[in-house]
């Protein structure tokens, strides 16, 4: 069964680094969803994308955040310059219809 | 913006009970889910409901539009069932889900 994946599934990274996390949705699939959860809260919307640009986004979403689909199977997360609070697990989902969403296993990200 | 509340926060109970965690929201939506996320912080679709109740296995899932709720219920639980369930809601399309605090579930031999 065809499922969306997440590398890495942790990384560490010092303060003020960039960081690219990456997922690979389900190839038929047209929307895609990038989530956080921080240890002990919520999961929280970051930022959606569809036809090849970001739809909606949270308040969370700031400058720092940036998103790309490159290559058409790719669907990427980059954050500038981590602070200590983008700590989180977060996960990328993706949807063929915009209703059914389906998660990817996560990336566990550590800012030291 | 929606708000998402779920009851108990925590839940604790013996082997083969019957389990009913509670979901309500502020504004209308398009479609409620319940998401299942276990220890190691996976997060698997369970359902996905925009009207009235669906059933798969031991899993059965209702939603009252008028009144936004919606319930979950486990029959006949069992200790793999321990986990963190999830409420979350959209107006679907790239809207992103709103999600709940989640109902931390531990089912004892």
């Known amino acids: 069964e065809p499922e969306v994946t997440q590398t890495p599934s942790h990384q560490v990274t010092q303060m003020g680094q960039e960081v690219i996390l990456r997922c690979v949705p389900i190839?038929?699939?047209?929307?895609f969803y990038w989530y956080r959860q921080i240890l002990g809260q919520k999961v929280e919307f970051l930022v959606s994308?569809?036809?090849?640009?970001?739809?909606?986004k949270s308040e969370i979403f700031d400058d720092q955040f940036s998103v790309e689909r490159p290559d058409g199977s790719n669907f990427t997360l980059k954050i500038r310059s981590t602070k200590l609070e983008d700590s989180a697990m977060y996960f990328c989902?993706?949807?063929?219809?915009?209703?059914?969403?389906?998660f990817g296993p996560g990336t566990r990200l550590t800012v030291t | 913006k929606n708000e998402v509340e779920q009851s108990p926060q925590n839940l604790t109970a013996q082997e083969g009970e019957f389990i009913t965690i509670n979901c309500s929201y502020s504004?209308?939506?398009?479609?409620l889910h319940w998401l299942q996320q276990h220890p190691g912080g996976g997060i698997v679709s369970l359902f996905m409901?925009?009207?009235g109740k669906k059933k798969h296995g031991r899993l059965i899932a209702t939603i009252n539009i008028q009144e936004k709720h919606s319930s979950l219920h486990i029959t006949a639980s069992h200790p793999r069932d321990s986990a963190v369930y999830i409420c979350?809601?959209?107006?679907?399309?790239?809207?992103?889900?709103?999600f709940g605090k989640g109902t931390h579930l531990i089912i004892q031999p």
């Open positions: 989902a993706s949807s063929r219809t915009g209703t059914e969403q389906y």
């Open positions: 190839s038929n699939h047209l929307y």
């Open positions: 994308f569809y036809n090849n640009e970001i739809s909606e």
């Open positions: 504004v209308g939506i398009s479609a």
């Open positions: 409901l925009s009207s």
């Open positions: 979350a809601v959209s107006k679907g399309g790239a809207d992103g889900l709103t």
